[in-house]
């Protein structure tokens, strides 16, 4: 939903990226940025869990495409304009501010001759959705009927586990009284949830608005979401992955498991671990354990000589001849 923040703030700038960013690389950018600021990370340091949340709320916008688009568009009418959340019916609500000029009508809610209410002139720029700014969803009185209460808006931020899991929560939106909420399981970094019936009641007996909550979910040091599955990189030493071993891989929130790793398994191959991914309505996930050969930075004297004498015993082979002859076409 529309906020006078979407006037005040360039939330590319903030990320440090340009408008024409794909979803993909902004969400890797994202990733980056918020492991590098998060508090865990930087304790105690009061602008880096500054600039934390500031990157969370530009997130939380240009994540979803669709808030994406409407902030795009709503920027583009003209950087450094002013919007405040309509009064009560008749009084001013800060439309002129933002488009007062537009179409020539010296900023009143009406924006033509012929009577088309601005409502209606913004309810189409935007395709019949809920904008913020008084669509059929936003607090006007619809033809013939009731008013529908304002929709407010609310952010929270969620640690891994609980985003994974779900957890009632409270919260206390900026125009609104406080709301215990139910974050259900598996809910994902930038979802939005919709509470009907929970935004501003009706002035006179009409529908009340909704509560449209933005989710920001803290990345997590060791486990990453793919959909419904946890990913996470295990390191094995170069003998386990040659020789075959039986090693340990973290859960989420649990034990340990017990996988093994087959003699002769490369850099990079996945290991499955079944049903300990995500888990929401739609189904379950799994945990995805990536291998990654540890190579020893140090070796001693005698380590050293016995890996020499490995080399020597080995078939003489070049790994890369095959990458060398593809390239070459």
Same mark, same amino acid.
């Given at each position: 939903?529309?906020?006078?923040?979407?006037?005040?703030?360039?939330?590319?700038?903030?990320?440090?990226?340009?408008?024409?960013?794909?979803?993909?690389?902004?969400?890797?950018?994202?990733?980056?940025?918020?492991?590098?600021?998060?508090?865990?990370?930087?304790?105690?340091?009061?602008?880096?869990?500054?600039?934390?949340?500031?990157?969370?709320?530009?997130?939380?916008?240009?994540?979803?495409?669709?808030?994406?688009?409407?902030?795009?568009?709503?920027?583009?009418?003209?950087?450094?304009?002013?919007?405040?959340?309509?009064?009560?019916?008749? $009084?001013?609500?800060? !439309? %002129? =501010?933002?488009? #007062? *000029?537009? /179409? &020539?009508?010296?900023?009143?809610?009406? +924006? @033509?001759? $012929?009577?088309?209410? !601005? %409502? =209606?002139?913004? #309810? *189409?720029? /935007? &395709?019949?959705?809920?904008?913020?700014? +008084? @669509?059929?969803?936003?607090?006007?009185?619809?033809?013939?009927?009731?008013?529908?209460?304002?929709?407010?808006?609310?952010?929270?931020?969620?640690?891994?586990?609980?985003?994974?899991?779900?957890?009632?929560?409270?919260?206390?939106?900026?125009?609104?009284?406080?709301?215990?909420?139910?974050?259900?399981?598996?809910?994902?970094?930038?979802?939005?949830?919709?509470?009907?019936?929970?935004?501003?009641?009706?002035?006179?007996?009409?529908?009340?608005?909704?509560?449209?909550?933005?989710?920001?979910?803290?990345?997590?040091?060791?486990?990453?979401?793919?959909?419904?599955?946890?990913?996470?990189?295990?390191?094995?030493?170069?003998?386990?992955?040659?020789?075959?071993?039986?090693?340990?891989?973290?859960?989420?929130?649990?034990?340990?498991?017990?996988?093994?790793?087959?003699?002769?398994?490369?850099?990079?191959?996945?290991?499955?671990?079944?049903?300990?991914?995500?888990?929401?309505?739609?189904?379950?996930?799994?945990?995805?354990?990536?291998?990654?050969?540890?190579?020893?930075?140090?070796?001693?004297?005698?380590?050293?000589?016995?890996?020499?004498?490995?080399?020597?015993?080995?078939?003489?082979?070049?790994?890369?001849?095959?990458?060398?002859?593809?390239?070459?076409?």
């Amino acid at each position: 939903m529309a906020s006078q923040d979407w006037f005040d703030k360039d939330f590319y700038k903030i990320l440090g990226v340009s408008k024409d960013i794909s979803q993909a690389e902004l969400k890797k950018t994202y990733r980056k940025l918020a492991r590098q600021y998060h508090p865990d990370s930087n304790p105690g340091d009061a602008k880096a869990e500054a600039k934390f949340k500031e990157i969370s709320e530009a997130n939380s916008v240009l994540s979803d495409p669709e808030t994406r688009k409407e902030y795009d568009q709503i920027r583009a009418m003209g950087s450094g304009a002013r919007f405040t959340a309509p009064q009560q019916p008749g $009084q001013s609500g800060g !439309f %002129e =501010d933002v488009f #007062g *000029g537009m /179409f &020539g009508q010296g900023g009143g809610r009406r +924006g @033509s001759a $012929q009577g088309t209410s !601005f %409502e =209606d002139l913004l #309810g *189409g720029m /935007f &395709g019949g959705q809920d904008t913020g700014f +008084g @669509s059929s969803t936003g607090g006007f009185r619809g033809a013939g009927g009731p008013t529908r209460g304002r929709d407010f808006s609310a952010t929270t931020t969620l640690d891994f586990l609980t985003a994974i899991r779900g957890e009632t929560i409270k919260l206390q939106p900026a125009d609104g009284p406080s709301i215990n909420v139910k974050v259900p399981a598996g809910v994902s970094d930038g979802q939005k949830i919709r509470l009907k019936g929970k935004g501003e009641p009706s002035p006179d007996g009409g529908a009340a608005g909704d509560l449209v909550l933005t989710v920001t979910v803290r990345p997590h040091p060791v486990f990453e979401r793919d959909g419904l599955n946890l990913r996470v990189d295990v390191p094995v030493t170069f003998v386990e992955a040659t020789l075959g071993a039986t090693i340990e891989v973290p859960t989420l929130g649990g034990d340990p498991v017990r996988l093994k790793v087959a003699p002769g398994t490369p850099s990079g191959r996945v290991l499955r671990v079944k049903g300990r991914g995500v888990t929401t309505a739609k189904g379950s996930g799994d945990l995805l354990a990536s291998v990654q050969i540890a190579v020893p930075s140090h070796l001693s004297g005698d380590a050293k000589s016995l890996l020499e004498a490995f080399a020597d015993a080995m078939p003489d082979e070049n790994p890369r001849a095959d990458l060398i002859a593809k390239a070459r076409g």
